[in-house]
């Protein structure tokens, strides 16, 4: 009987230990558009000033536009606070969206690399913005439903 006992054991033991294997072996995938980037190829951490600054020295006729305003703004906020781009507005994100046209549109016309490197910082950055706006809404579409 204790053998009985000291088998059924081991048996469970190594059951939950293979268990635990398998769970450690998992791996998480993250299929955002910024997954594969690094930090350096978006418009974060203090580089979003830098490109003001760059497109204030080169592309001056884009500051005074309306649209470059909602951008940076958008764009300020996302790196103060990410989730706080959740609560813009439906109107605000479309704005977001055509100054992002627009901003691509400008800094292709100047035909550099340093503009070639901005507009993919930039595209990068409202991707992201984008697939958390997505994100969101399929998350909060989900929630309406049940």
């Not at 003001?52 to 909602?70: F, G, I, P």
């Not at 507009?119 to 998350?139: D, E, G, K, V, Y």
Request: glycine residues 4%.
């Amino acid at each position: 009987m204790k053998s009985r006992v000291i088998f059924a054991s081991l048996i469970l033991g190594l059951g939950l230990m293979t268990s635990k294997a398998d769970a450690a072996t998992t791996t998480n995938t993250d299929d955002s558009p910024a997954a594969n980037k690094p930090a350096g190829a978006m418009l974060v951490n203090g580089s979003e000033k830098q490109f003001a600054s760059y497109v204030e020295q080169h592309v001056n006729k884009l500051t005074r536009n309306s649209n470059w305003q909602n951008f940076m703004s958008v764009v300020s906020l996302y790196n103060q606070k990410p989730f706080a781009v959740l609560n813009l507005s439906a109107a605000d994100r479309n704005k977001f969206n055509e100054a992002v046209t627009q901003i691509d549109n400008q800094l292709a016309k100047q035909n550099s690399a340093e503009a070639s490197r901005w507009m993919s910082q930039a595209n990068h950055t409202a991707r992201m913005i984008n697939f958390l706006w997505n994100a969101n809404q399929s998350i909060s579409e989900g929630f309406d439903i049940q």
